[in-house]
């Protein structure tokens, strides 16, 4: 069973995905707006679970993710971890 066929690496691709789609729509707007428009829409519509996921994804590395997405990174914010109380 390959990584993509657990639930888990299913939601990878599809974050993967969804994170590529916003690029390739900002890469239609000009260079100096773009990362920040990345960043912004991550930031402004994806739930903390989501954004937990994305830098889970970047952390292990090799994501797939489009050069956009990742020159965005830093200016999209990390949720805090779920506590296990």
Do not use: C
Not at 19 to 44: C, D, L, M, R
Request: a negative charge.
């Amino acid at each position: 069973m390959s990584p993509d066929d657990t639930s888990h690496g299913k939601t990878a691709t599809k974050l993967v995905y969804m994170a590529n789609q916003i690029a390739t729509f900002f890469k239609t707007q000009p260079a100096s707006e773009a990362v920040q428009g990345v960043a912004t829409h991550i930031n402004k519509f994806w739930e903390p679970r989501m954004r937990r996921q994305f830098f889970e994804i970047i952390d292990n590395g090799n994501s797939g993710l489009d050069p956009l997405v990742l020159e965005a990174v830093p200016l999209i914010h990390r949720p805090e971890p779920v506590r296990q109380d």
